[in-house]
């Protein structure tokens, strides 16, 4: 593809596509809306589906059904409707079907400020459905970035038959960069781990050592059943703790034992600085700014940028809190990515810098931070 | 001892009056041997309310039993109502 | 045919245990039956066959059910139901669901499968009671009667479910009672060979709730009831509207030929492609 100014928003249609999307199914929402109509247009070309669904419930819904139909699934919102998909976010984690999901944050609570940015849904990301579940949540913070995460965010999706969170925000889903993308035939696709064994002997929940049981489509000849219920190796309702344990152990571990795999961020001088800023999304601009500015100033600063949202990146942020004596993140919410941080930063120093009005973080405000030592 | 072809009640001299009990007093033994599998049989009653011809009856645990078998007309009334598959009524006059 | 070599049970999974699950006399396993003679009959191939469900009692058949399964979210089969048959529009997608399951929670989205054509059978087993709750009441439940969470009586229309879904762009609405469950088969079966929305409305009844509650007996009693109270759509046709005043009405309520869904979108498929194949040309 030839050199593009191109929104964020788009880059996301674009690698969905790259990544093998085929079936979209949405509803109109500020600031995720461009993601639907590109996808609208572009789908049927390829002989993808399209649908506007009648609300965000359904539109999730109809995603994890065409998946277990075989086609890679996406679906693009922004808060209230990322509110209302949290019981399909369940559903689709207890079931372990792949499918993508969107998420251009906004100003919130509520309605808020449709065309103003935060990163107000971090923690929603995680815990927004009910039950203890694992859950994979990437945040790009530019347009060539948004591109390549959510082709990651479907690779994810297949590798660990879980559903992905595209968290981006306002900003980066609305901004424009010139980017130049690279032809679909040349990005990295993982194709869905269909089963080798004849299928009377399949078990769609059944473990073959990896963790992630192998996925047959419906229609393929190999009919079995799925639910949201507990159940056992054959996807059938259980109450056995016997069946139920070590099902809540087996998908815990396939994310745990992947960690390294999932987390993605980049770091930038942080080995031995006495002041890392950690941070992600839009406000990752930001921090990158401020850290230039306070190197310039001969501050010894380093910068940690998150990619990979949830699982949080715990060894990195214990590795920075063993020799850095203050971690600052800035983040559009009243401090929420910080919690961890704080948490896994022990007794070392952490400084929120937080704003959640919809104006961005600027890196003069980081940069304050930086330099109240 | 009327032969009857198919379904059709033959009409021997005197007997104006062929009705349903007529039927099946012409038939020679059943026309359909009832199997009921007891471990899915939950004791409804509905195969027992509604046979047409008094087939079936409830024992002392509420579960059916086949008290006259040679009056199945193999209607398959039970066999298409009964909730849990556990009864079957198999043809026998083929 | 399927009542001489009972092959019924080659429907039901091997692997799975029985009895069901159902309460004693539930009608929810005659619908089962009436749906695996319809099947059977089409010959059609198991692999062609999806089964999607909701919540509740009438959320639990599918997985009886040696096909294409899934029991999903309450009141959102039918957008499941969307999904997979884009997906693979060869299926025979088919959505049961109970009355609270599809009119309550499920309402918006009945409305629109209905209004979108697209070529999906539900089938409505309507027990006017949340059965598996407890017994409260529904959006059928009819006025006056008791339920857990109407203890002096209901005072909420019963919705029209075959009405909702002619009004909303159905092709194909039938109703009838586990008490006909011969004639139910039939109507299923025209239901999934009809090329587009399909709803069966299903009348059943709930002996362990809504019987227990507002004293109508056992299974064999609510049972009568639904014969007592059925008539054939062709002998309502001949009775004056007062005359029809608590009955049910059997039979196939509306069956047209209309565009379906998925054969539309295939139509917008060629639109675009052809399109882009322009577009090559001329650049």
């Known amino acids: 593809m030839k050199v593009k100014l191109m929104q964020g928003n788009e880059a996301v249609a674009w690698g969905a596509l790259a990544a093998g999307c085929r079936f979209f199914a949405g509803y109109p929402i500020t600031p995720s809306t461009e993601i639907a109509e590109i996808l609208s247009r572009e789908l049927p070309k390829l002989g993808g589906k399209f649908i506007q669904m009648e609300d965000e419930i359904a539109s999730l819904a109809a995603c994890i059904g065409a998946s277990v139909g075989g086609l890679k699934s996406m679906t693009a919102t922004s808060g209230p409707g990322f509110s209302l998909m949290q019981e399909h976010i369940g559903y689709a984690a207890m079931t372990e079907i792949p499918c993508v999901l969107v998420n251009v944050q906004r100003l919130g609570p509520s309605t808020g400020q449709p065309t103003s940015v935060s990163q107000g849904d971090v923690m929603q990301a995680r815990w927004g459905t009910h039950g203890d579940h694992p859950i994979i949540a990437l945040s790009p913070i530019s347009v060539r970035q948004s591109f390549d995460l959510t082709v990651t965010a479907f690779n994810f999706s297949e590798l660990y038959r879980t559903p992905v969170i595209l968290l981006m925000d306002e900003v980066i889903g609305h901004m424009r960069e010139k980017v130049e993308l690279p032809e679909a035939a040349d990005v990295l696709r993982v194709e869905r781990n269909g089963t080798s064994v004849p299928p009377e002997w399949y078990k769609p929940y059944g473990d073959t050592g990896s963790d992630v049981p192998p996925l047959a489509n419906f229609g393929t000849g190999y009919r079995y059943h799925v639910t949201g219920l507990f159940h056992d190796q054959m996807g059938y309702p259980t109450q056995r703790l016997d069946e139920i344990d070590p099902w809540i152990e087996r998908v815990h571990r396939k994310i745990d034992r ?93 400084t929120r810098v937080n704003q959640a009005n919809g104006e961005m973080i600027t890196p003069q405000m980081i940069l304050n931070a930086i330099e109240a030592n | 001892m009327s032969e009857t072809i198919a379904g059709k009640p033959a009409t021997p001299e005197g007997s104006s009056e062929v009705g349903i009990t007529a039927a099946t007093e012409k038939r020679k033994g059943p026309r359909g041997k009832i199997v009921i599998f007891g471990t899915w049989c939950k004791g409804c009653g509905i195969c027992v309310a509604f046979c047409p011809t008094g087939v079936l009856a409830l024992d002392a645990d509420g579960h059916p039993v086949v008290v006259a078998p040679e009056k199945c007309t193999a209607c398959h009334w039970c066999d298409t109502h009964c909730p849990d598959f556990a009864i079957v009524v198999q043809r026998t006059d083929e | 045919m399927t009542r001489e070599t009972h092959d019924e049970y080659e429907y039901l999974r091997h692997t799975k245990k029985f009895p069901n699950v159902w309460c004693s006399g539930c009608g929810i396993g005659i619908v089962m039956a009436a749906l695996i003679r319809a099947v059977d009959r089409m010959e059609l191939n198991k692999d062609d066959v999806a089964v999607i469900s909701g919540i509740g009692c009438t959320g639990r058949m599918p997985v009886y059910l040696d096909f294409n399964t899934m029991h999903t979210t309450h009141g959102r089969a039918l957008a499941f139901a969307t999904g997979l048959k884009l997906a693979q529009p060869r299926l025979n997608v088919i959505v049961v669901m109970g009355d609270g399951d599809a009119l309550a929670i499920g309402g918006n989205h009945f409305i629109h499968a209905a209004r979108r054509n697209i070529d999906l059978t539900a089938i409505v087993v309507n027990n006017s009671i949340y059965g598996m709750t407890g017994g409260q009441y529904s959006p059928t439940t009819p006025m006056d009667s ?57 009348i059943s009844y709930c002996h362990t709730t809504f019987g227990r509650i507002n004293k109508l007996g056992t299974a064999v009693d609510m049972m009568r009831i639904l014969k007592e109270k059925s008539i054939s759509k062709a002998a309502s046709d001949k009775l004056p509207a007062q005359e029809l005043s608590g009955k049910i009405v059997r039979g196939v ?16 498929i060629e639109r675009a492609q052809q399109s882009e194949s322009n577009k090559d040309i001329t650049s």
Request: glycine share 4%; with cysteine; proline share 4%.
């Open chain 3, 146 to 202: 008791l339920a857990s969470t109407a203890p002096y009586g209901n005072v909420e229309q019963p919705m029209p479910i075959c009405d909702l879904a002619i009004v909303a762009g159905a092709s194909f609405v039938a109703r009838s009672t586990v008490y006909h469950a011969i004639e139910m088969d039939r109507l299923i079966e025209q239901a999934i060979q009809k090329q587009g929305f399909s709803l069966i409305e299903v």
């Open chain 3, 253 to 268: 309520l509306c069956n047209q030929d209309k565009p379906e869904f998925t054969a539309l979108y295939q139509q917008v």
């Open chain 1, 258 to 350: 992947n960690i390294h795999d999932i987390t993605l961020f980049e770091e930038d001088g942080t080995q031995f600085a006495k002041t890392v800023v950690v941070s992600y999304g839009a406000t990752a601009r930001s921090a990158r700014h401020a850290v230039k500015l306070a190197r310039r100033r001969r501050s010894k600063v380093g910068l940690a940028t998150l990619f990979t949202i949830w699982p949080f990146a715990e060894e990195l942020v214990s590795r920075i809190a063993d020799t850095a004596s203050h971690i600052i993140v800035p983040e559009m919410n009243r401090g929420q990515l910080a919690l961890e941080v704080e948490r896994i930063a022990g007794r070392r120093k952490v």
